[in-house]
């Protein structure tokens, strides 16, 4: 099975069914056939071959959507590019990638020069960006026939960057087989049904935004597009076209839920809510239980390299990563061992491990893109090293507690952030907590808590005591130092910027 495959069956099964929904224009799966045959035949005659890289600086847009078909029919490798990245590391994927052609919009066209490549592409402009052609171009000039070539399953059918909040971005190539069951096993976990429909609110540089259009594809459902992400209009699209269920991180579910409007909405046809990209609080858990009331509240716990680790089918009973994916096997090893030291013995139930993944999964990539020493420093011996910590509770559910690179070592003790955060949340003075630690001479690192308040008149003295005071939180573990901030760092995606707050990158209140 390959994606051009999926494509087709699901346009021969239900032709007449909807599959894009957008602001201005929607498409049955026959209507986007014939414009994605169009665009396919068009590439093709520009010479664009199997296995060419086609760069997307693009929204999430219906040209969009059917670049990325047409790039599957043509067994092109579909690379889109986050624009929101720094122009140095939009770079660094541009020379890493080396991309036949180029597709961008009016938003994004500053970053399009010609001494930027070292073979210059074809360049193709979207509502009116200056290119060599434009997209209505190749669409008028397409026909219904091109040359359809043999694409096996293990071909490469996009390559997607990581975010690069650590250092340059990495190239992650996804074979058409990585993402055909990266998708089956979606629908498999959140218990999607044929005809539903999604929001395609997260942009398609992201791995959720191709996981909810390709879930939905292989189902005959639709995608309703959201060029941009705004709450108001994200609940109201729900409304409108009676959206089944949804796929976004916690950051776009706290937007929606707490809106002003967000209870004046209809949202009854939702039955599944999933997320993933980082952990949701307690509390907005409760706030998407009482807006959304699904069915099904899905936490995944993954990565753009391996889909899905683990997932839990119901947020709001357990609590935790939950078990493995359907296609994975995962194991927990010394937090200060490698994956290649797998003779080690494994954690025991509720000791704190590294949590590695199996490289033989179905779902799992096969190294980063010209980059053999990132591959190295991440696989050994069949095994992915995530980076995260985490143990099996009672259930066999596993919990993750943070990046091993953020656990704190103060006096020779290991401390997990986790932990600290999950008590101080309980103040009621407290809206937003992260805990780092910061280099101290004596102790190695401190505890140092980063506080976005609720409550105005919160004192450190209060947090002070209330730490002293919980029976949950042993001395060793309770914060050195408390800094009050207007708000926590994230990436676009609501993934926390730990290294900001130890860098000294935050404005203090």
């Not at 200060?336 to 003779?343: E, F, I, K, T």
């Not at 001479?441 to 401190?446: A, D």
Request: contains cysteine.
């Amino acid at each position: 099975m390959n994606l051009s495959m999926l494509f087709d069956i699901s346009v021969h099964r239900h032709a007449s069914k909807p599959a894009l929904i957008g602001s201005k224009k929607s498409y049955t799966y026959k209507e986007l056939e014939e414009e994605v045959n169009r665009m396919a035949s068009s590439l093709q005659k520009l010479g664009i071959k199997k296995q060419d890289r086609l760069m997307v600086i693009l929204k999430n847009n219906i040209e969009n959507v059917i670049i990325f078909w047409a790039c599957q029919k043509l067994g092109i490798i579909y690379t889109p590019v986050n624009f929101r990245l720094s122009i140095d590391d939009f770079y660094f994927c541009v020379k890493d990638i080396e991309p036949k052609v180029v597709v961008y919009e009016p938003f994004s066209e500053h970053l399009v020069k010609k001494e930027v490549f070292a073979e210059r592409p074809i360049l193709i402009g979207v509502n009116g960006a200056k290119a060599d052609i434009s997209y209505e171009e190749l669409i008028d000039q397409g026909t219904s026939s091109y040359s359809r070539p043999d694409i096996s399953y293990e071909d490469i059918a996009m390559i997607l960057y990581t975010s690069g909040t650590t250092g340059v971005p990495k190239g992650v190539p996804r074979t058409h087989i990585n993402e055909y069951t990266s998708s089956l096993a979606h629908i498999i976990q959140c218990r999607y049904k044929t005809f539903d429909r999604t929001l395609l609110a997260v942009p398609m540089y992201h791995v959720i935004g191709i996981r909810s259009l390709l879930a939905v594809s292989l189902l005959s459902g639709s995608a309703v597009l959201m060029t941009e992400f705004d709450p108001k209009d994200s609940l109201q699209a729900i409304e409108e076209e009676k959206v089944t269920c949804l796929f976004l991180t916690p950051t776009y579910y706290h937007d929606m839920v707490y809106h002003p409007d967000a209870s004046q909405h209809d949202l009854s046809n939702l039955h599944t809510i999933a997320y993933s990209g980082s952990p949701m609080s307690d509390e907005l858990v409760r706030k998407c239980d009482e807006i959304f009331s699904p069915q099904r509240f899905v936490n995944h716990y993954g990565s753009t390299e391996i889909y899905t680790f683990t997932y839990c089918e119901d947020i709001r009973l357990k609590g935790s990563g939950g078990k493995p994916g359907i296609h994975q096997n995962i194991r927990l090893i010394s937090p200060n061992s490698r994956p290649d030291s797998m003779s080690e013995a494994e954690m025991k139930e509720g000791e704190v491990g590294q949590i590695v993944i199996n490289m033989n999964s179905v779902e799992a990539f096969k190294g980063y893109w010209n980059r053999p020493d990132a591959t190295r420093d991440a696989i050994s011996s069949d095994w992915y090293y995530t980076g995260d910590l985490g143990y099996f509770n009672k259930e066999g559910n596993l919990v993750v507690v943070g990046r091993a690179d953020d656990m704190i070592i103060s006096g020779g003790e290991n401390i997990y952030p986790f932990h600290i955060e999950n008590v101080l949340k309980e103040h009621p003075g407290i809206r937003e907590v992260i805990v780092v630690g910061e280099a101290d001479k004596r102790w190695g690192q401190i505890v140092a808590a980063f506080i976005v308040p609720e409550d105005p008149s919160l004192k450190v003295q209060d947090l002070d005591q209330f730490c002293k005071k919980h029976p949950q939180l042993s001395n060793v573990n309770r914060p050195r130092k408390y800094t009050f901030v207007s708000e926590i760092p994230k990436s676009k995606t609501g993934k926390i910027l730990r290294r900001k707050l130890r860098e000294g990158f935050y404005e203090q209140i």
